[in-house]
Protein backbone atom coordinates (compact mmCIF):
# COMPACT_ATOMS: atom_id res chain seq x y z
CA UNK A 1 0.00 0.00 0.00
CA UNK A 2 1.66 3.55 -0.77
CA UNK A 3 -0.49 6.40 0.78
CA UNK A 4 2.08 9.40 0.02
CA UNK A 5 -0.26 10.80 -1.90
CA UNK A 6 -2.72 11.07 0.49
CA UNK A 7 -3.06 13.83 2.95
CA UNK A 8 -2.23 12.58 6.58
CA UNK A 9 -2.20 15.99 8.70
CA UNK A 10 -0.21 15.65 12.21
CA UNK A 11 -1.83 14.39 14.83
CA UNK A 12 -3.92 11.88 12.92
CA UNK A 13 -5.77 8.91 14.33
CA UNK A 14 -5.00 5.53 12.99
CA UNK A 15 -5.02 3.65 16.16
CA UNK A 16 -5.48 0.04 15.75
CA UNK A 17 -5.28 0.45 11.64
CA UNK A 18 -3.34 -2.21 9.71
CA UNK A 19 -0.82 -0.41 7.38
CA UNK A 20 1.51 -3.20 7.35
CA UNK A 21 3.78 -3.33 4.35
CA UNK A 22 3.02 0.35 3.20
CA UNK A 23 5.25 3.11 2.35
CA UNK A 24 5.39 5.81 4.35
CA UNK A 25 8.69 7.30 3.48
CA UNK A 26 8.88 10.96 4.37
CA UNK A 27 5.29 11.20 5.74
CA UNK A 28 4.64 13.71 8.47
CA UNK A 29 2.97 11.68 11.54
CA UNK A 30 4.00 14.45 14.18
CA UNK A 31 1.88 13.94 16.75
CA UNK A 32 -0.51 10.92 15.45
CA UNK A 33 -1.98 8.62 17.40
CA UNK A 34 -1.02 5.19 16.01
CA UNK A 35 -1.67 3.33 19.40
CA UNK A 36 -2.00 -0.55 18.46
CA UNK A 37 -1.14 -0.04 14.84
CA UNK A 38 0.34 -2.57 12.32
CA UNK A 39 3.34 -1.49 10.68
CA UNK A 40 5.05 -4.49 9.68
CA UNK A 41 7.53 -4.52 7.31
CA UNK A 42 6.52 -0.82 6.49
CA UNK A 43 8.86 2.04 5.42
CA UNK A 44 9.16 4.92 7.81
CA UNK A 45 12.33 6.04 6.35
CA UNK A 46 13.01 9.89 7.43
CA UNK A 47 9.17 9.87 8.49
CA UNK A 48 8.64 12.42 11.51
CA UNK A 49 6.78 11.01 14.57
CA UNK A 50 7.71 13.77 16.82
CA UNK A 51 5.30 12.98 20.06
CA UNK A 52 3.81 10.50 18.01
CA UNK A 53 1.57 7.76 20.13
CA UNK A 54 2.61 4.08 19.24
CA UNK A 55 1.98 2.31 22.25
CA UNK A 56 1.81 -1.47 21.64
CA UNK A 57 2.31 -1.05 18.02
CA UNK A 58 3.54 -3.90 15.51
CA UNK A 59 6.55 -3.05 13.87
CA UNK A 60 8.14 -6.23 13.02
CA UNK A 61 10.93 -5.47 9.79
CA UNK A 62 9.54 -2.49 9.54
CA UNK A 63 12.34 0.63 8.25
CA UNK A 64 12.62 3.84 10.26
CA UNK A 65 16.33 4.50 9.34
CA UNK A 66 16.84 8.73 9.82
CA UNK A 67 13.11 9.28 11.21
CA UNK A 68 12.67 11.77 13.76
CA UNK A 69 10.92 9.95 17.05
CA UNK A 70 11.65 12.50 19.57
CA UNK A 71 9.46 12.67 22.65
CA UNK A 72 7.43 9.70 21.12
CA UNK A 73 5.97 6.99 23.15
CA UNK A 74 7.06 3.87 22.38
CA UNK A 75 5.75 1.70 25.24
CA UNK A 76 5.80 -2.27 24.36
CA UNK A 77 6.22 -1.67 20.77
CA UNK A 78 7.45 -4.61 18.62
CA UNK A 79 10.04 -3.48 16.90
CA UNK A 80 11.98 -6.74 16.55
CA UNK A 81 14.11 -7.15 13.61
CA UNK A 82 13.43 -3.49 11.97
CA UNK A 83 15.62 -0.95 10.98
CA UNK A 84 16.14 2.58 12.52
CA UNK A 85 20.16 3.36 11.46
CA UNK A 86 20.37 7.00 12.02
CA UNK A 87 16.71 7.58 14.18
CA UNK A 88 16.45 9.97 17.05
CA UNK A 89 14.66 8.71 19.70
CA UNK A 90 16.01 11.66 22.01
CA UNK A 91 13.08 11.31 24.91
CA UNK A 92 11.21 8.51 24.15
CA UNK A 93 9.28 6.17 26.01
CA UNK A 94 10.55 2.83 24.96
CA UNK A 95 10.07 0.97 28.15
CA UNK A 96 8.90 -2.68 27.84
CA UNK A 97 9.95 -2.92 24.38
CA UNK A 98 11.27 -5.52 22.03
CA UNK A 99 14.16 -4.71 19.65
CA UNK A 100 15.26 -8.13 19.61
CA UNK A 101 18.37 -7.99 16.54
CA UNK A 102 17.30 -4.44 15.80
CA UNK A 103 19.77 -2.36 13.49
CA UNK A 104 19.71 0.57 15.79
CA UNK A 105 23.65 1.52 14.59
CA UNK A 106 24.09 5.14 14.81
CA UNK A 107 20.95 6.50 16.67
CA UNK A 108 20.21 8.40 19.29
CA UNK A 109 18.55 7.43 22.36
CA UNK A 110 19.61 10.70 24.44
CA UNK A 111 17.61 10.60 27.25
CA UNK A 112 15.08 8.22 26.78
CA UNK A 113 13.78 5.71 28.72
CA UNK A 114 14.32 1.70 28.04
CA UNK A 115 13.54 0.28 31.23
CA UNK A 116 13.34 -3.55 31.41
CA UNK A 117 13.64 -3.25 27.07
CA UNK A 118 14.53 -6.62 25.29
CA UNK A 119 17.72 -5.58 23.05
CA UNK A 120 18.89 -9.29 22.64
CA UNK A 121 21.38 -9.45 19.65
CA UNK A 122 20.80 -5.98 18.33
CA UNK A 123 23.27 -3.40 16.59
CA UNK A 124 24.05 -0.26 18.58
CA UNK A 125 27.40 0.61 17.29
CA UNK A 126 28.55 4.50 17.10
CA UNK A 127 24.52 4.91 19.21
CA UNK A 128 24.23 7.82 21.43
CA UNK A 129 23.01 6.48 25.22
CA UNK A 130 23.73 9.66 27.07
CA UNK A 131 21.81 9.65 29.95
CA UNK A 132 19.28 6.74 29.20
CA UNK A 133 17.89 4.78 31.43
CA UNK A 134 18.27 0.56 30.43
CA UNK A 135 17.57 -0.40 33.89
CA UNK A 136 16.58 -4.24 33.88
CA UNK A 137 17.36 -4.51 30.19
CA UNK A 138 18.05 -7.42 28.42
CA UNK A 139 20.96 -7.43 26.26
CA UNK A 140 22.90 -10.17 25.42
CA UNK A 141 25.04 -10.25 22.50
CA UNK A 142 24.45 -6.53 22.08
CA UNK A 143 27.08 -4.58 19.80
CA UNK A 144 27.96 -1.18 21.38
CA UNK A 145 31.39 -0.65 20.00
CA UNK A 146 31.90 2.47 20.15
CA UNK A 147 28.23 3.68 21.59
CA UNK A 148 28.51 7.14 23.46
CA UNK A 149 26.98 5.90 26.67
CA UNK A 150 27.66 8.91 29.25
CA UNK A 151 26.18 9.19 32.38
CA UNK A 152 23.82 5.98 31.05
CA UNK A 153 21.73 3.98 33.93
CA UNK A 154 22.70 0.21 33.03
CA UNK A 155 21.29 -1.02 37.20
CA UNK A 156 20.77 -5.03 37.28
CA UNK A 157 20.44 -4.77 32.86
CA UNK A 158 21.93 -8.13 31.48
CA UNK A 159 24.56 -8.08 29.29
CA UNK A 160 26.19 -11.08 28.83
CA UNK A 161 28.72 -11.53 25.88
CA UNK A 162 27.77 -8.13 24.95
CA UNK A 163 30.29 -6.23 22.82
CA UNK A 164 31.36 -2.73 24.31
CA UNK A 165 34.87 -2.06 22.54
CA UNK A 166 35.57 1.27 23.02
CA UNK A 167 32.44 2.49 23.96
CA UNK A 168 32.50 5.26 26.74
CA UNK A 169 30.69 4.27 29.69
CA UNK A 170 32.63 7.54 31.62
CA UNK A 171 29.61 7.92 34.70
CA UNK A 172 27.88 5.46 33.97
CA UNK A 173 25.74 3.47 36.55
CA UNK A 174 26.16 -0.59 36.14
CA UNK A 175 25.28 -1.42 39.49
CA UNK A 176 24.39 -5.37 39.38
CA UNK A 177 24.61 -5.55 35.73
CA UNK A 178 25.74 -8.70 34.33
CA UNK A 179 28.63 -8.60 31.73
CA UNK A 180 29.40 -12.42 32.22
CA UNK A 181 31.87 -12.96 29.02
CA UNK A 182 31.45 -8.57 27.98
CA UNK A 183 33.98 -7.46 25.72
CA UNK A 184 35.04 -3.73 27.11
CA UNK A 185 37.85 -3.60 26.03
CA UNK A 186 39.12 -0.25 25.36
CA UNK A 187 35.76 1.07 26.86
CA UNK A 188 35.88 4.16 29.02
CA UNK A 189 34.58 3.39 32.83
CA UNK A 190 36.29 6.42 34.37
CA UNK A 191 33.74 7.36 36.78
CA UNK A 192 31.01 4.52 36.21
CA UNK A 193 30.18 2.73 39.01
CA UNK A 194 30.12 -1.52 38.77
CA UNK A 195 29.96 -2.65 42.63
CA UNK A 196 27.72 -5.88 42.39
CA UNK A 197 27.93 -6.33 38.90
CA UNK A 198 28.95 -10.17 37.73
CA UNK A 199 32.05 -9.47 35.46
CA UNK A 200 33.15 -13.51 35.46
CA UNK A 201 35.07 -13.66 31.70
CA UNK A 202 34.73 -10.15 30.90
CA UNK A 203 37.64 -8.55 29.07
CA UNK A 204 38.68 -5.11 30.45
CA UNK A 205 41.95 -5.33 28.05
CA UNK A 206 43.27 -1.38 27.01
CA UNK A 207 40.03 0.41 29.19
CA UNK A 208 40.07 3.20 31.51
CA UNK A 209 39.23 3.85 35.07
CA UNK A 210 40.57 6.11 37.61
CA UNK A 211 39.85 6.37 41.30
CA UNK A 212 36.08 7.63 41.04
CA UNK A 213 35.36 4.04 39.49
CA UNK A 214 33.87 2.19 41.44
CA UNK A 215 34.26 -2.10 41.08
CA UNK A 216 32.66 -5.08 43.04
CA UNK A 217 34.03 -6.12 46.09
CA UNK A 218 37.44 -8.08 45.56
CA UNK A 219 37.60 -7.19 42.14
CA UNK A 220 41.19 -6.19 40.75
CA UNK A 221 41.16 -4.29 37.32
CA UNK A 222 44.51 -4.24 36.93
CA UNK A 223 44.99 -7.80 36.41
CA UNK A 224 41.91 -7.80 34.18
CA UNK A 225 44.29 -5.65 31.20
CA UNK A 226 42.29 -2.66 32.28
CA UNK A 227 44.78 1.29 32.51
CA UNK A 228 44.04 3.46 35.47
CA UNK A 229 43.74 6.78 34.35
CA UNK A 230 45.62 9.83 36.17
CA UNK A 231 44.43 12.54 34.41
Keep these: MDINSLSITPGADLSGADLSDTSLIS ?45 ANLWNIDLRGASAKGTIFCKCWLGNSNLIEADLRG ?4 GAWLTAADLSNSLLSASTLAGVSLARACMREVDLTGAFAVGADFRSAILNGAIIRAANLSGANLREAS ?5 LSLAD ?3 ADLRGAQLDGAVLNGSRHDS ?13 GAIESHE
Design 27 to 71: TDLTKARMAGIALTGSDLTEASLVGADLRYSICHKAIFDKADLHH
Design 107 to 110: ADFS
Design 179 to 183: LIDAD
Design 189 to 191: LVG
Design 212 to 224: TTRWPEGFRPLTS
